[in-house]
Every structure is written in C-alpha cells, then in structure tokens.
C-alpha cells in the first residue's frame, strides 16, 4: 500500500493526533533530556574545551529545509550529540577558563525549567502578579545582602528589577539620565551631552552611547594607568570634564567599573561619584562580574562609595550560579526610567496599574515583554543559602589564588596586574637577551610569545583561556568561576601552561627563532 501523499497528511488531524504539549508525552520527552544533560554535566570534562570545528561545518550536517513530517525525540537527541555538541564551547567545563564564568547550577536549571514550563509574558502586574511580586522580594533579597543602600530597595523607595544583560541596564539607566537631563535644558541640546567611561570600561556603554542618541565625538573613554591598576581615576575625569564644560558641552552619564573586564580592575567610586555630583552627572556602577563576590564580608568594601550613585549592577548569570539570562538592576529614583521608558496603551490599561499600588516592570525596561526571571534566582537563594553561595565563591578565589601562587614559583612568568577576585592575568616573559640577541622590541615581541602560547594551549582543547591587552601588555587572563572546577583541575592548566612553555624554550635551545 502506498504512503499518504503530503496534502492528506496536512489536511486530516488524525493523522498527529498527539497534541504539541500532550502532559504524558512532555513527562516522557522531559525525562530523557535530562538524562541527556546530566550525563553531559557528567562527561563535560572529557570534551575539547573550545569547539575545534571549522567555520560553517553544520550546513554539512542538517538538512537545507526543515522536515515535513515529525522526528522522534530520540532521533533529534542523537542528532544534538553528533552536530551540535562538536560546535559548542563548554562553558561549564571545569576546564574552562576564558571570559567570565557562567556558573551554572542544579537550581538555577530547575528555575529556567519552571520559568519555560509557565510560559508567562510578564509585562505588567496584572499579567502574572506572582513573577512581579517574587522579582520585587528577590531584589530587596539580593540588595539587602550586598548591603546596598535603603535607597536602593523598594522598602526605601528605590527599587530593583531583572534586566536580560548590562547592555541592557546600562542602555535603559542612560535613557532615562538623558531624558532626565533633557528635560532640563531642552530636547534640542542632546548633541552636547557627553558620556563617560575609561579604556577599561566595557564596550556596552559604547553602544548604549550610540543607541541613545549621544554624539559620536562626546563619548569618552579616559585614559588609566598601571601606578592605579587601571583603574579609573577621579583626577583623571575631573581633568577631562572641566574640558568638556569649557568647550560647552553638558556631562551627563559616568559608568564606574568594579571588576574591568580586561584585568578586573576596580574603579574609585567616592572619588569619581565625588566628580560626578559636582556637575550633575548620573553614575551607574557595574560590577557585573565581581558583584556576585561583594555578598561576602570581606569583598563588599569594593563597593564603598555606592551610596553615592544612581544606579548599581551585577550579572546573577556570571558568578552567582543562575544560568543566562539574569542582570540585577536596582535604581534610587525609579520614575526616572519610568518617565523614559513607559508606554501607556489603551489595552494594556487595567485597575491595578491605575490603582498606583503596583509595579509594572514594562516601564522598567526596553521590550514589553519579559520573562519570568525572578524564579530561577529564588531557586538559586533558597536551595543553596546565603552562607553557602558566600563559601561557593571563596572557594573560586582560593583556588584563583592557588594558580597565581605557581606562577610566583615560576621565574619565567609574572602576573601582570593586582588580583582582586578569582582572575589572574599573567604572561611568559624573555629577556632582551633571549629575544633574538636583543635587537627587537622586547614588549612588541612578548605579546607576540604569549599569544602563540595561548593559542598553542586553547587548540589542545585541554583547557580554554581568553586575553586581553592592558597598557600594551597582551596578557593571558585565567577566570575560576565554573561550577564544576576543582583545585586539581587548576593544578592540571598550570602544568599544560608550563608545558607550552618548556616548547618555546626548547626552541630556543635549538637556535630557532621564537617568533
């Protein structure tokens, strides 16, 4: 008997009887992809850490269209494992070392799960009053551990909310300093409005610059310097907003760093929030990565000066075990980003938006639509507790401080900036005399060394690191923040380090040139 032709299967109901979201058929479907995630959370340190597939490998793999006809689960599973695994980079790898961590955990899993089982669009009060109400508790939760500033919290008249990333928050707290700012000396200055940041502040207060309307040539990135560990100084920016105002512009928006993506640098946030209120300027502080760490005692002074800011942010989805994505914003003046980004559409209007009694988080970001984000936060503090998400992250800067103490115990190599949290930025370094007789730049010839060496140890998929470039220097930057590492595994990427290493001496040993 011959097959149904494509139109009778498309045009008779019966013939998928099985509704897409049948409980039965999710509860079977579900369990098997979390057998296959926990055996992947469990042979997670076997694979390359960087994906080694070349540019454009999947198109030989799946198909030019989609499937006319349904796939079983445990076809698509197998077809995960053998095209999609190869090309991911595992970032929950315990030998993974690049970027930042994005620490992944049993609650913050099971959080998303819940959050994508409900499926709720959560724009406003009236859409699920439980996702407003939870994420108004957590961000009080989270700011009375960080002890943030009353003003900070909703119980003092602030408050916080989830953004997606600090893209995000840092485009959303600009908007609402320009339109603050605006407001004041009338819409058709936006052109003399100008942006501040250093040349270690990340590239989204760039973009948010751009996106909001700020000129091209107001936006600055002030210059830092080794004897201040790169970090940015009030002195620094005083000397460059008095020019500004010279030169007839209007300063409007600082973006503090704790914890500067290059080299973890912490700026100096009395000082600079000092500057900042002299000319009226809104300070947005973003510790996205070594925010998580201030909930411990003995890194919260990082954060001295806070009180001082307008706005505060750290990324849950970095170093705080709630998987992406998760950006903690909290705000002293919330009608500020309400007056810029609010919308009030005829049916979107209710009772309890007109009652003033409710938070309608739209007004606090740049979509409509949001996620339930709050949920996999409240699984992350209620199942693991204050005290041990405090011991988690000790446990990431001790083993941090085990790897920059080898590197102490190796003359070859010298860790290029202060450790402040669990990164360690270091390189191999010759002399001019084993530089090929001394008659080349030594610096220019240094960054060139370890960034073969870098690449050398990243394409043996043993372990994965990143780099970065600070005051010329190309540094090989070492991030601890993966759930699952372990001092033996740190112990592990130093000996493959020293390895790589023993390569370029022995190279050298045989008279060839190193670079």
């Known amino acids: 008997m011959g097959s149904l032709s494509t139109d009778m299967i498309e045009n008779n109901?019966?013939?998928?009887?099985?509704?897409?979201?049948?409980?039965?058929?999710?509860?079977?479907?579900?369990?098997?992809?979390?057998?296959?995630?926990?055996?992947?959370?469990?042979?997670?340190?076997?694979?390359?850490?960087?994906?080694?597939?070349?540019?454009?490998?999947?198109?030989?793999?799946?198909?030019e269209s989609a499937p006319n006809q349904p796939e079983s689960i445990e076809t698509i599973l197998k077809d995960v494992q053998s095209h999609i695994v190869p090309g991911l980079t595992h970032w929950q790898s315990p030998n993974y070392f690049a970027y930042f961590p994005s620490s992944g955990s049993t609650a913050g899993f099971l959080?998303?799960?819940?959050?994508?089982?409900?499926?709720?669009?959560?724009f406003n009060w009236m859409s699920s009053p439980a996702a407003t109400e939870l994420e108004s508790i957590v961000m009080d939760w989270?700011?009375?551990?960080?002890?943030?500033?009353?003003?900070?919290?909703?119980?003092?008249g602030g408050g916080g909310v989830l953004q997606g990333t600090t893209c995000e928050a840092i485009l959303c707290t600009l908007t609402a300093a320009r339109d603050?700012?605006?407001?004041?000396?009338?819409?058709?200055?936006?052109?003399?409005?100008?942006?501040?940041?250093?040349?270690?502040?990340?590239?989204?207060?760039?973009?948010?610059?751009?996106?909001?309307?700020?000129?091209?040539?107001?936006?600055?990135?002030?210059?830092?310097?080794?004897?201040?560990?790169?970090?940015?100084?009030?002195?620094?920016?005083?000397?460059?907003?008095?020019?500004?105002?010279?030169?007839?512009?209007?300063?409007?928006?600082?973006?503090?760093?704790?914890?500067?993506?290059?080299?973890?640098?912490?700026?100096?946030?009395?000082?600079?929030?000092?500057?900042?209120?002299?000319?009226?300027?809104?300070?947005?502080?973003?510790?996205?990565?070594?925010?998580?760490?201030?909930?411990?005692?003995?890194?919260?002074?990082f954060i001295d000066g806070v009180e001082d800011a307008d706005s505060f942010s750290f990324n849950a989805h970095k170093w705080f075990f709630t998987t992406l994505d998760c950006c903690c914003l909290w705000v002293k003046n919330p009608n500020?980003?309400?007056?810029?980004?609010?919308?009030?559409?005829?049916?979107?209007?209710?009772?309890a938006t007109e009652s003033k009694q409710v938070v309608d988080y739209k007004d606090w970001q740049i979509a409509l639509s949001r996620r339930f984000r709050s949920l996999k936060l409240w699984l992350v503090l209620r199942s693991y507790g204050v005290a041990n998400l405090r011991n988690f992250l000790r446990s990431h800067v001790k083993m941090a401080k085990v790897f920059e103490g080898l590197i102490s115990l190796d003359a070859r190599f010298e860790v290029v900036v202060p450790r402040y949290f669990a990164t360690v930025c270091f390189r191999l370094v010759c002399s001019s005399d084993e530089i090929?007789?001394?008659?080349?730049?030594?610096?220019?010839?240094?960054?060139?060394?370890?960034?073969?060496?870098?690449?050398?140890?990243?394409?043996?998929?043993?372990?994965?690191?990143?780099?970065?470039?600070i005051g010329g220097?190309?540094?090989?930057?070492?991030?601890?923040?993966?759930?699952?590492?372990?001092?033996?595994?740190?112990?592990?990427?130093?000996?493959?380090?020293?390895?790589?290493?023993?390569?370029?001496?022995?190279?050298?040993?045989?008279?060839?040139?190193?670079?």
């Open 13 to 63: 109901p019966a013939a998928f009887p099985v509704n897409p979201l049948d409980p039965e058929e999710f509860r079977r479907q579900g369990h098997m992809v979390i057998d296959f995630l926990a055996d992947y959370y469990r042979e997670v340190g076997k694979y390359p850490v960087r994906s080694q597939v070349e540019p454009g490998y999947l198109h030989k793999c799946i198909p």
């Open 111 to 122: 959080g998303e799960m819940l959050s994508t089982g409900f499926n709720i669009v959560g």
């Open 142 to 156: 989270l700011g009375n551990m960080l002890k943030l500033p009353k003003s900070f919290l909703f119980s003092g």
């Open 180 to 301: 603050k700012m605006l407001h004041k000396i009338g819409r058709d200055q936006i052109g003399k409005l100008v942006v501040y940041g250093s040349d270690q502040t990340h590239c989204a207060l760039q973009k948010a610059a751009q996106i909001a309307g700020i000129h091209p040539a107001n936006f600055r990135a002030v210059q830092t310097f080794k004897f201040d560990s790169f970090g940015l100084s009030p002195v620094e920016l005083k000397k460059q907003v008095e020019a500004d105002v010279a030169a007839g512009l209007v300063p409007l928006f600082l973006c503090a760093t704790v914890g500067t993506t290059s080299s973890t640098a912490v700026d100096f946030l009395p000082g600079l929030c000092k500057v900042a209120a002299e000319y009226g300027m809104w300070v947005h502080v973003d510790a996205a990565y070594a925010g998580s760490a201030c909930i411990c005692p003995e890194f919260r002074h």
């Open 336 to 351: 500020a980003l309400i007056q810029a980004l609010s919308t009030n559409p005829e049916y979107l209007k209710n009772k």
């Open 436 to 469: 090929n007789g001394g008659n080349e730049d030594v610096n220019e010839v240094n960054n060139e060394i370890n960034k073969r060496l870098l690449e050398m140890i990243n394409a043996s998929g043993n372990i994965y690191m990143t780099h970065a470039v």
């Open 473 to 515: 220097i190309y540094v090989i930057r070492f991030a601890v923040g993966a759930t699952l590492t372990e001092e033996s595994h740190v112990r592990d990427a130093w000996k493959l380090v020293q390895h790589h290493a023993n390569l370029f001496v022995a190279l050298k040993a045989q008279g060839l040139k190193i670079v």
